[in-house]
């Protein structure tokens, strides 16, 4: 799925701007499936612009540069319908922490297990979240099934690396980092 697709995507969640875009991506649900940096939301928002599938309206703002708040065009709401309805590309895993461990040999296990627990605490953080969403209360079915989803894939990341850490640094002592069921 292209920046354009996820652009429509976050739009369809509500008016937003560029920043406000990213915001939603990093931080909510759509942030599961795929990630969008600035450098990709604006050509994006440009090409929906060109193509009729996003409006804009500028707002002056006191003592700060304008801002300009997209939104989904009757349009833009049938093309990000259409994407949906194509096959689902597989999926992959690509992941920053796995290419690092990948070299846990050349590495030392002092940085390593710091890596390890970094990466549990980003996923304790990324648990929080989910359940501060559920907690909230899903939107949508899709809503709760993605969030369900993303929860069980986070769990099984922290209790497969709190169980094979061993592989890489050696015996750790000291509590089971497992995360809770």
Known sequence: MDAKILCLAAL???????????????????????DIGYSSIYPALSCLLNDGLASVTKYSQIGRPGKKVYRLTPDGRMSLLGALKKPTEVDKTRSDFLFRMLFADILPPSVVEQMIDTKLREIEATLARIDTSADAGFESPGEAFVGGYAAAI????????????????????????KVRS
């Open 12 to 34: 369809s969640q509500g008016d937003a701007s560029g920043y406000e875009i990213r915001k939603i991506v990093k931080s909510g649900l759509l942030g599961h499936s795929r």
């Open 154 to 177: 986070q769990r099984a990341m922290a209790n497969y690396i709190a169980d094979n850490r061993h592989q890489l640094v050696g015996s750790f002592p000291g509590p089971s980092n």
